[in-house]
């Protein structure tokens, strides 16, 4: 089993040499995810309410600027191909991520969208939103109209910085298409376990294929006093 001295807040702070790691398991506080250069990135394991199963984490905005960095680079690196033209970013976490891809892609500015409603806003350009990490919170996802001349007849990447369920980035694929918007490409840091695959196939076919990720991590099952397993 892997030492369990690493602290807290520590995660997210350092990317690692390729093969610093082992990716066998059994884990015990940390899941070593294996980035796109073969690099490793230490995640902290929440196990789940039932107690046998876990997740890896990422919380974007919590980590260091060196690792942002580098995760929208090697993302900059798969979409610019594409040819995008606008970033658009999905709330909370998912706006670091869009922030710094808009800027390695040579953009000078992003959309953001958000949760929270100004006066000037449609409700029209709404749509429901929940997401793994506060499922019990309704929230709606909004676009500011000023926005709208940004989007129209443009290449857009959807970003978000986890993709899990998948419930939010079909929310902001909704909401893309109530204003016309067909996105060439979605991407996030992490897809984490292959739950999104369904809500992606559900909204549309092909979609799946236009996911892009720097890392994927698996869902975990307990292996009694061992630590987790893939």
């Not at 749509?127 to 506060?134: A, D, F, G, R, Y």
């Not at 499922?135 to 290449?155: I, N, S, T």
Request: hydrophobic share 40%; proline share 9%.
């Amino acid at each position: 089993m892997q030492p369990n001295e690493f602290r807290p807040h520590d995660f997210w702070q350092e990317i690692h040499p390729a093969g610093s790691f082992s990716t066998s398991g059994p884990f015990g506080s940390f899941f070593p995810a294996t980035l796109r250069d073969e690099r490793q990135l230490r995640l902290p394991i929440r196990p789940l309410p039932d107690g046998q199963h876990a997740l890896c984490s990422l919380i974007i905005n919590q980590a260091s600027f060196p690792v942002v960095d580098a995760l929208a680079q090697q993302l900059a690196e798969q979409v610019a191909p594409l040819d995008p033209q606008v970033v658009v970013g999905l709330p909370t976490l998912g706006l670091t991520l869009a922030a710094a891809l808009a800027q390695k892609l040579g953009h000078p500015r992003y959309v953001a969208c958000g949760t929270s409603r100004k006066f000037w806003y449609d409700e029209g350009l709404s749509v429901p939103l929940s997401s793994i990490t506060t499922p019990e919170q309704a929230k709606r996802l909004y676009l500011d109209p000023r926005m709208l001349p940004l989007l129209e007849g443009r290449r857009v990447v959807l970003v978000d910085d986890v993709i899990s369920s998948g419930t939010s980035i079909v929310a902001g694929l909704s909401l893309m298409r109530a204003v016309n918007v067909q996105p060439v490409a979605i991407a996030a840091a992490m897809l984490q376990s292959e739950r999104w695959h369904a809500s992606l196939d559900a909204y549309g076919p092909d979609w799946r294929e236009r996911v892009h990720g720097v890392f994927r991590t698996p869902l975990l099952t307990r292996s009694g006093e061992a630590g987790w397993l893939p």
